[in-house]
DNA sequence: ATTCCACAACTGGCCTACAAGTCCGTCCGG
DNA sequence: CCGGACGGACTTGTAGGCCAGTTGTGGAAT
């Protein structure tokens, strides 16, 4: 494929996704480009052509759409009438509050967690963590944060609710947007972030909410600490 | 207008919408439809048709699915392809979620103001809950739950975050589905709630966080203490 | 009387065409 | 040379129709 063609395809990625006819299509472009945003492959301020999208999926543009609309109230597409569809640029603002809604969530999950422990979650969480490790080892990134989503996604489940976990994820994707700016940069926190993870598990698994919830607390603020750096870094990605 | 025409709107009201040139129509279906599920003008489980709704707003169907799509991200409705979209029926595991997400928030707001006083915010905080105890005198059921609103979304609001206050607003509609089935009932609880929104407020600006998270959390208990009562009242509209 | 099947009515999913607004380059007049 | 008006090429918004799948009904066969 030439670089001539990349850009008529208005720089959303050579790999052109075929639809799987036995799922929605709505979904299947929602996930597609919320994912490319999340990873940066489409950039903050970046323009979204309907049209376009349409002649890359094969559809018409009422999926499109449909698909667009939703990532429209989520935060990550912008639609101005008549004038395009933009990947919405970062903020701090937006940033901050995302980390304070997460951990709103987070903290109230892992202290009913300490509350009414569950077994089967310790479980799962140590088979992660272990695998966290590795991954921390090899410095492979993207396996690194798939397994740090799926330790928290895992800790939501454990409360039996089902849109706490999403609730969490939404957050924790504005987020990573950031996080993804400089994904390389981040290798050095690997420990860091393992040894808060089993700071958590472990107090949430002696009974103690207190601990758990402080323990929750200090690993979003660790987070979000790390990030306030991008902004300087990549200032033209930022409102 | 006869008793058969009603029918023939399916159910959705006798006051016919007309729709502002100003404002995007599928924002104002949206929120008509929005507000006639949660005070239970549209019953859990009855069937929505989208040609009903084209033909009640004298637009097409697409600004309709539009509409629809985003009730039905926010769990208010229940697309079935090909069979027709329905609202959603009520689940105390849905509500008790409901509670567990917006007491997460609403604790987590107060924690910050009680830490950061916002002088504002109290003279409205204080001329909503005077305008409340109004309401209650005259045992007006809607104005009190309107100013119910209000005040819960000022404290968010009085963060400073944006998103913060939409979201206790949606978590708060599905528990309002379920008073709204029995609003009468709720008239002996005027005073208490007042009471507790008093108490909130006061320990923000006596400046005690532990206080007031303590105040908010006993106040979302209470009011899905009430709450419970409402599927043995009326299991047809539950799961 | 009961079971089964075919058909008609209706549903939401998707497509195409058109409407309305915005942006930008070009051309004309000064 | 400069400025403003105009037009064309976009954009998203909306309308209306076709299609595939579901459902309920009524008639035929048992």
């Not at 945003?37 to 349409?54: D, F, R, V, W, Y």
């Not at 509050?97 to 300490?114: C, D, G, T, Y």
């Not at 397994?147 to 976990?165: C, E, P, S």
């Not at 979000?224 to 409102?239: D, G, M």
């Amino acid at each position: 494929m030439t670089e001539d063609t990349r850009k008529l395809l208005d720089g959303l990625g050579t790999t052109v996704p075929s639809v799987d006819y036995k799922r929605p299509t709505p979904n299947q472009v929602f996930e597609y480009i919320r994912d490319e945003i999340i990873s940066m492959q489409l950039l903050p301020g970046q323009k979204i052509s309907e049209n376009t999208l349409a002649e890359k999926f094969s559809v018409s543009r009422t999926p499109i759409r449909e698909a667009l609309n939703r990532l429209s109230t989520l935060g990550f597409v912008e639609v101005r009438p008549q004038r395009g569809t933009f990947v919405t640029k970062l903020s701090m603002s937006f940033i901050l509050e995302a980390r304070f809604i997460r951990e709103s969530l987070e903290v109230a999950v892992v202290n009913q967690l300490a509350e009414n422990r569950v077994d089967s979650m310790a479980m799962e969480c140590e088979k992660i963590l272990a695998d966290q490790a590795k991954a921390a080892k090899k410095k492979d990134a993207l396996l690194f944060q798939q397994l740090d989503d799926r330790f928290h996604m895992t800790l939501a489940d454990a409360t039996g609710f089902k849109r706490v976990g999403g609730a969490i994820e939404l957050e924790k994707a504005h987020m990573d947007r950031v996080r993804n700016l400089s994904l390389v940069e981040l290798t050095g926190q690997y420990e860091h972030v393992l040894k808060q993870h089993h700071a958590i598990l472990d107090a949430i698994m002696s009974g103690s909410p207190q601990q758990a919830v402080q323990a929750m607390r200090t690993h979003m603020r660790d987070v979000f600490n790390i990030l306030k750096i991008a902004p300087v870094n990549h200032p033209e990605f930022f409102v």
